[in-house]
């Protein structure tokens, strides 16, 4: 099966920089994704990486080491729009299935 | 349209009933997810189609649950004898092809009473 962990809540002020962290477990890795989600709003695909290293977008960026199953989304000049939940999610792919799995989500408050 | 759309947006049942919830997943797409969502929590995975191959019913919950996806489009999740602990919200998405972009409808907001 799969399993992804996230701190469960994240504080931080306006402007400032935060790093939300997933680690994970399963099967067929394929790559790992980024969603936000507003509270009462769906979540939002943010970014995705299959490969190892840095991909940016903006004030978000995220990271990935496939050898310790390990990814991170950076949020930079924080904004009180951020405040949301993050999900990190899995692909993997095993027989004919290539599903999405998502972490339990970490929840930012960011404080003026 | 041009995202997913899900009805009803919100559903009240009394304990015992079947409900039905739709998607319309955006046009062309051959990835469609069904997902639930309690109130302050994750997506639980339930159910996964990719074009013509069988689903991944992995994560359906029990054997009330049941999903189709007709013509490779629009999909309906069932739930059969409702119980109080089906309350949650129900998000369907699709993909272009599976993976990692998924595109989520609104959600349809499911009340057993």
């Known amino acids: 099966g799969q399993s992804l962990e996230q701190p469960s809540e994240v504080t931080a002020v306006e402007g400032a920089i935060v790093q939300i962290n997933c680690t994970y477990q399963t099967s067929g890795f394929y790559g790992l994704s980024w969603y936000q989600q507003h509270d009462g709003g769906a979540p939002t695909f943010l970014s995705y990486?299959?490969?190892?290293g840095l991909e940016e977008t903006g004030r978000f960026s995220s990271f990935l080491s496939r050898s310790d199953s390990y990814g991170y989304l950076l949020l930079q000049e924080l904004q009180m729009k951020d405040s949301a939940s993050y999900f990190c999610a899995v692909s993997s792919v095993g027989g004919a299935t290539n599903k999405l799995i998502f972490g339990t989500g970490t929840l930012l408050a960011v404080q003026p | 349209g041009a995202g997913v759309s899900q009805s009803p947006s919100n559903k009240v049942t009394e304990k015992g009933k079947d409900v039905e919830l739709r998607c319309d997943p955006i046009s062309g797409h051959t990835a469609l997810y069904w997902y639930r969502q309690s109130l302050g929590q994750g997506l639980e995975f339930l159910i996964y189609?990719?074009?013509?191959?069988?689903?991944?019913k992995s994560g359906l919950p029990s054997d009330r649950f049941s999903a189709e996806r007709t013509g490779g489009s629009v999909s309906t999740l069932t739930i059969q004898r409702t119980q109080q602990e089906d309350s949650a919200v129900y998000l369907c998405a699709s993909s272009p092809t599976g993976g990692a972009e998924a595109f989520f409808g609104q959600g349809t907001r499911l009340t057993v009473v």
């Open positions: 189609f990719q074009g013509n191959s069988a689903p991944d």
């Open positions: 990486n299959a490969l190892d």
